[in-house]
């Protein structure tokens, strides 16, 4: 298998990842959950996602569609597709799976992933977090993660922005 294939088979349906996920467990892995746009990926999503995936043995990122991207963000977003964002997010070594979702919420996933951690950032209270109920019913945990400041996708397409103009 080629670089290209291994990047594209950690994109999954709920079927694969229902299978991904159970292969996973048999072996003991600790499954890691997050989720997010990821428009345009910068240092503040690398230094998260590479924190998040050292809480566990596997991460499975929740991607939002592009529709639903659209419908947080506004018009004009998302810049860079949902095959684009999973891609690059399929590429990084740490990342184990990737799994659209369409609704206001990834709760529906989380409950499908059964995360043994859930994390989200530091500008959410664990028990405000979507999936709380369900992780921790697990026995899981619900972690939060800083920020690196100074960076976001909204503030990069406003300095794109300003700079055309």
């Not at 999503?45 to 499975?60: E, N, S, T």
């Not at 990737?98 to 028990?127: H, M, N, S, W």
Request: glycine fraction near 8%.
């Amino acid at each position: 298998m080629n670089h290209l294939q291994h990047i594209e088979k950690k994109l999954m349906d709920s079927v694969r990842l229902v299978e991904k996920l159970h292969k996973w467990r048999d072996q003991g892995c600790k499954i890691v959950f997050t989720n997010g746009c990821f428009d345009i990926l910068h240092l503040g999503h690398i230094d998260y996602l590479a924190r998040a995936a050292d809480f566990g043995d596997k991460m499975v990122i929740g991607l939002n569609t592009d529709a639903s991207v659209s419908r947080l963000k506004g018009p004009g977003r998302p810049i860079n597709d949902e095959r684009s964002r999973g891609m690059v997010l399929a590429s990084l070594s740490y990342v184990s799976a990737i799994a659209l979702f369409d609704t206001a919420t990834p709760y529906d996933l989380i409950r499908l992933v059964q995360p043994d951690v859930l994390i989200k950032g530091a500008d959410y209270k664990p028990e405000d977090i979507v999936g709380y109920d369900i992780v921790m019913a697990r026995g899981g945990s619900v972690q939060t993660i800083p920020y690196v400041e100074g960076y976001s996708t909204t503030a990069i397409e406003q300095r794109i922005r300003q700079a055309k103009n």
